[in-house]
């Protein structure tokens, strides 16, 4: 079956650091992955969306300054936060695609 | 651009009672590709139900759903709901990206 992996499950950070969060996927080819972060109130915000061989097309709001993506093949990617605030807090979570999306079982992100 | 309506944002019923959680969409493609994700407390959203069929109900563990492109909808309904079923419920749909509703939360009381 499909799954995908994402890693780590639970991070803190001090306010201005920078984290990483990865996401693999197995069982299938990923040749889209989507960031969404979930908000306090459980709605979805879509951060960017990669499709390999394509350009990572960042949502209003994100830029790749901010949340640098990398998906250099069909089973694996990486999203960075720099510089994190509060206000970046969040369960961040990758969905990887063939056709249908599954999700990673999220990355929740604390900054103190 | 798409969009997805999911007009409850909470929905209590007894267990047993059956369960409809609505779902409407707009969109520009004119094949949509329509999902239904469950989240329980502290875990991912996970796939429950997808279609892209119209007119063709579609169904997975006790839950089914059918496509109707004439009225946009993509109802979730089961016949008998259950304590374990209380969980955030996302409507889905895939256009360029997956667009997904503001969600509903389902409480199943004893």
């Known amino acids: 079956g499909a799954l995908v992996y994402q890693y780590p499950r639970r991070t803190i950070c001090k306010s201005g650091t920078s984290m990483r969060m990865e996401c693999q996927a197995v069982?299938?080819?990923?040749?889209?992955v989507a960031w969404y972060r979930q908000s306090p109130q459980k709605t979805f915000e879509l951060i960017a969306l990669?499709?390999?061989?394509?350009?990572?097309?960042?949502e209003q709001n994100f830029t790749q300054e901010k949340f640098p993506i990398s998906h250099p093949n069909l089973s694996f990617s990486s999203m960075t936060v720099l510089n994190a605030y509060l206000e970046d807090r969040g369960l961040y979570l990758c969905?990887?695609?063939?056709?249908?999306?599954?999700f990673g079982s999220g990355t929740r992100l604390t900054v103190l | 651009g798409d969009s997805v309506t999911q007009t409850e944002g909470l929905v209590t019923l007894t267990e047993g009672l059956p369960v409809m959680l609505n779902c409407t969409y707009q969109?520009?493609?004119?094949?949509?590709?329509l999902f239904w994700y469950v989240q329980h407390l502290n875990e991912s959203p996970r796939l429950l139900l997808k279609?892209?069929?119209?007119?063709k109900r579609t169904e997975h563990q006790g839950f089914h759903a059918t496509l109707h492109k004439s009225s946009s909808s993509f109802h979730l309904q089961k016949s008998s709901a259950q304590l374990s079923d209380s969980a955030l419920y996302y409507c889905?749909?895939?256009?360029?990206?997956?667009?997904f509703g503001t969600g509903t939360s389902l409480l199943v009381d004893p």
């Open positions: 069982g299938f080819q990923a040749t889209s």
């Open positions: 279609s892209f069929t119209d007119n």
């Open positions: 969109t520009i493609y004119s094949n949509p590709f």
């Open positions: 990669s499709t390999v061989n394509s350009a990572i097309k960042y």
């Open positions: 969905g990887a695609s063939a056709e249908t999306l599954y």
């Open positions: 889905a749909n895939m256009g360029y990206k997956l667009t």
